[in-house]
T-cell receptor
């Protein structure tokens, strides 16, 4: 079965420090890959996605992610954390299974930014 | 551009009562998704529509859940009868196009509490 693993349900970083949120997936065929952010009492918003082409993907708010097929990973990074980055982040995959696209989200990582 | 609209935002009912959620997707988006999000978890797909057709309802508990998308625009998700375990946030999302890899736009969700 397809799955998404986000290592660390809670991550704390100091303002200005590197943000690294980890995501690994299980799939025999590289799926489409996404990172979404969710602020309290709001719906999810797309940060970035990988479909084909360049494996380093740049998204909104200074975030980027690198697709590594050999490691089945799609980790999210940002060089310098800002207080406004505090939110919940979800990694998602969309594999093609049984003649249709599936949509599978990880359990999320809550990012806390310390002043 | 208006986003995905969901109503109600909050609903409190007693167990065994019926409940319905409504979603109006972004204009022109032909794919519509209903997700269930439990506290501290990622969204789980319940059903996906492409236009009027439910193309993936494999995770919809059909004994008590039903959904419809008449005319390929608005959609309604119903639970009858509701159980205590149905307490969660129900998210609606929409996207343009019929293939995988599309950005999903999420509504703010309906928070259901079953007493």
């Amino acid at each position: 079965a397809q799955s998404v693993t986000q290592l660390g349900s809670h991550v704390s970083v100091s303002e200005g420090a590197l943000v690294l949120l980890r995501c690994n997936y299980s799939s025999s065929v590289p799926p489409y890959l996404f990172w979404y952010v969710q602020y309290p009492n709001q719906g999810l918003q797309l940060l970035l996605k990988y479909t084909t082409g360049a494996t380093l993907v740049k998204g909104i708010n200074g975030f980027e992610a690198e697709f590594k097929k050999s490691e089945t990973s799609f980790h999210l990074t940002k060089p310098s954390a800002h207080m406004s980055d505090a939110a919940e982040y979800f990694c998602a995959v969309s594999p093609f299974v049984g003649g249709t696209y599936k949509y599978i989200f990880g359990t999320g990582t809550r990012l806390k930014v310390l002043a | 551009e208006a986003g995905v609209v969901q109503s109600p935002r909050y609903k409190i009912i007693e167990k065994k009562q019926p409940v319905a959620f409504w979603c109006n997707p972004i204009s022109g988006h032909n794919t519509l998704y209903w997700y269930l999000q439990n506290l501290g978890q990622g969204p789980e797909l319940l059903i996906r529509y492409e236009n009027e057709e439910a193309v993936d309802d494999s995770q919809l508990p059909k004994d008590r859940f039903s959904a419809e998308r008449l005319k390929g625009v608005d959609s309604t998700l119903k639970i009858q009868p509701a159980e205590l375990g149905d307490s969660a946030v129900y998210l609606c999302a929409s996207s343009y196009g019929l293939a995988g890899g599309r950005e999903q736009f999420f509504g703010p969700g309906t928070r259901l509490t079953v007493l």
